[in-house]
């Protein structure tokens, strides 16, 4: 499908894993020991290769680099700034790749991993890992202490673009912002505030934006979705001091800087006012904040649009996402806005047309990651061309979304019927908490610390053969 160029399409970020789920085998065979550093690198090149190249033969015209990951990119961030702690025995250069995954799963310590330095008598443990804002994404939390030093220890950001260049695919690399970056990590000292390292670290990231933009980058992606939560007066001022900064440092290389999870709130002003070229906004989580965005921006400002929800497995109506939409930026010059999805697509499955024993019905309503980048493109196309252009996929959009809106397999009579029965006396305790913890205690005979597990159970190998074993139908339940 072609695209007019006056309203391109951007992804954000795409799923790092493979159709085929490659890039999880290529880990596991070298952490095991089956392969190579060279045979995992290589396999993550083929991955990013076919990637940029689908991404190109759908209509994509702002494709990302350096949104790929063998584990984290908080963690490449944290390796690309030099965020080493002193366990994991690092003293200086580029980080090497035990290194890096020693900071992700720990190091069992029986021979040297590899890291520069002898094997780890005792071990060390990993990062501490939790979840990247509201999403079931975990991410690697840095650690940073009050005398913390930074120096560019990773070319990843400029690696992956150089390598896209040689494909002939020009592509926008993403970094995750200073202030983000900051705000996710962890003191290793009681009390500091990892935020006063900021002009400490303002000047790795100047250095990564001067070396993109040598290597033939004319614009980057900065994401800071820290603005879409409550902020001080001093958070604020970092972003106008962080951002007035790399602007100075690297002025020709245009700067979108994307938001998600959510509205910008009080923080769109200070959004608005930054030295950057173009700004992301999550109209998904945040459909309301459009009409006062597109009013206030000022005219030169690019504005990305989050129309497509990159958290979800749902297709989109997109005849209503335009009828939304075209109100709202009337005026706005075509050529300052980019289609983009609410958020990178990280957080959904690749491609649909991978499912073949899915339900024909469940299966119109679902869009994964391709199916998305497709949506971008008809909406695109919508606003470039008008709506005609693309009427029948916008009437089929629609039909599939009223469908699922009116099927038994989404609405249950019975527990409608169920949920219209509550009553407010329903809502309310009979008891409170004293007299309902002793008769808890009476009845359930817990023990003083009850535990539950989180996730699952380690996978040894006898259970595996027992799942094997079931699975053949030689065990039984």
Same mark, same amino acid.
């Given at each position: 499908m072609s695209i007019s160029r006056k309203v391109p399409v951007a992804t954000l970020g795409v799923p790092r894993i493979g159709r085929r789920r490659e890039l999880k085998f290529a880990l596991e065979s070298y952490w095991s020991g089956k392969s190579s550093a060279d045979d995992l690198l290589a396999a993550a090149r083929a991955l990013r290769a076919a990637s940029w190249a689908e991404q190109r033969d759908r209509g994509v015209a702002i494709i990302p680099?350096?949104?790929?990951?063998?584990?984290?990119?908080?963690?490449?961030?944290?390796?690309?700034?030099?965020?080493?702690?002193?366990?994991?025995?690092?003293?200086?250069?580029?980080?090497?790749?035990?290194?890096?995954?020693?900071? $992700?799963?720990?190091?069992?310590?029986?021979?040297?991993?590899?890291?520069?330095?002898?094997g780890h008598a005792h071990g060390v443990t990993a990062l501490e890992m939790t979840k990247w804002f509201d999403t079931n994404y975990h991410y690697m939390v840095p650690e940073? $202490?009050?005398?913390?030093?930074?120096?560019?220890?990773?070319?990843?950001?400029?690696?992956?673009?150089?390598?896209?260049?040689?494909?002939?695919?020009?592509?926008?690399?993403?970094?995750?912002?200073?202030?983000?970056?900051?705000?996710?990590?962890?003191?290793?000292?009681?009390?500091?505030?990892?935020?006063?390292l900021l002009p400490k670290l303002l000047p790795v990231?100047?250095?990564?934006?001067?070396?993109?933009?040598?290597?033939?980058?004319?614009?980057?992606?900065?994401?800071?979705?820290?603005?879409?939560?409550?902020?001080?007066?001093n958070e604020r001022d970092a972003f106008r001091v962080?951002?007035?900064?790399?602007?100075?440092?690297?002025?020709?290389?245009?700067?979108?800087?994307?938001?998600?999870?959510?509205?910008?709130?009080?923080?769109?002003?200070?959004?608005?006012s930054l030295p950057v070229a173009g700004l992301h906004v999550d109209l998904v989580r945040a459909p309301e904040q459009l009409g006062p965005v597109a009013l206030r921006a000022p005219k030169e400002m690019v504005l990305s649009l989050g129309l497509i929800d990159g958290r979800n497995v749902w297709r989109a109506d997109l005849a209503a996402i335009l009828d939304r939409l075209r109100p709202a930026i009337a005026g706005w010059p075509l050529e300052r806005i980019e289609i983009a999805p609410s958020c990178a697509l990280l957080h959904v499955p690749i491609d649909l047309d991978l499912?073949?024993?899915?339900?024909?019905?469940?299966?119109?309503?679902?869009?994964?990651?391709?199916?998305?980048?497709?949506?971008?493109?008809?909406?695109?196309?919508?606003?470039?061309?008008?709506?005609?252009?693309?009427? $029948?996929?916008?009437? $089929?959009?629609?039909?599939?979304?009223?469908?699922?809106?009116?099927?038994?397999?989404?609405?249950?009579?019975?527990?409608?019927?169920?949920?219209?029965?509550?009553?407010?006396?329903?809502?309310?305790?009979?008891?409170?908490?004293?007299?309902?913890?002793?008769?808890?205690?009476?009845r359930l005979g817990l023990p003083a610390f009850p535990t539950t597990t989180i996730g699952s159970f380690p996978q040894t190998a006898d259970v595996r053969k027992a799942r094997a074993a079931h699975a053949q139908g030689r065990m039984s339940y």
């Open positions: 680099s350096n949104d790929f990951s063998l584990y984290d990119h908080v963690l490449d961030t944290a390796v690309m700034v030099g965020a080493v702690p002193a366990r994991y025995g690092w003293s200086g250069g580029e980080v090497p790749l035990d290194t890096y995954f020693a900071m $992700a799963r720990g190091s069992q310590g029986e021979t040297a991993c590899g890291c520069g330095h002898a940073l $202490a009050a005398d913390q030093a930074f120096a560019l220890s990773s070319a990843k950001p400029v690696d992956h673009f150089l390598e896209a260049k040689a494909l002939g695919i020009h592509t926008r690399p993403v970094l995750l912002g200073p202030i983000t970056f900051l705000k996710l990590a962890k003191s290793a000292d009681e009390g500091f505030d990892p935020l006063a990231y100047g250095e990564v934006l001067a070396r993109l933009a040598q290597a033939g980058a004319d614009r980057v992606q900065i994401d800071e979705p820290a603005l879409v939560l409550d902020l001080t007066p962080a951002y007035g900064k790399l602007a100075r440092a690297v002025p020709g290389l245009r700067i979108m800087l994307a938001t998600y999870f959510g509205a910008l709130g009080d923080n769109l002003e200070t959004a608005l499912e073949d024993t899915l339900d024909a019905d469940v299966r119109s309503w679902l869009a994964f990651a391709a199916q998305k980048t497709d949506e971008l493109v008809v909406l695109a196309r919508a606003l470039a061309e008008g709506p005609g252009a693309v009427a $029948a996929r916008l009437k $089929a959009s629609s039909a599939a979304a009223a469908a699922r809106a009116a099927s038994p397999k989404v609405h249950d009579p019975l527990v409608e019927g169920r949920a219209g029965a509550v009553t407010a006396a329903m809502k309310t305790r009979g008891s409170g908490f004293a007299q309902r913890a002793a008769l808890q205690r009476q």
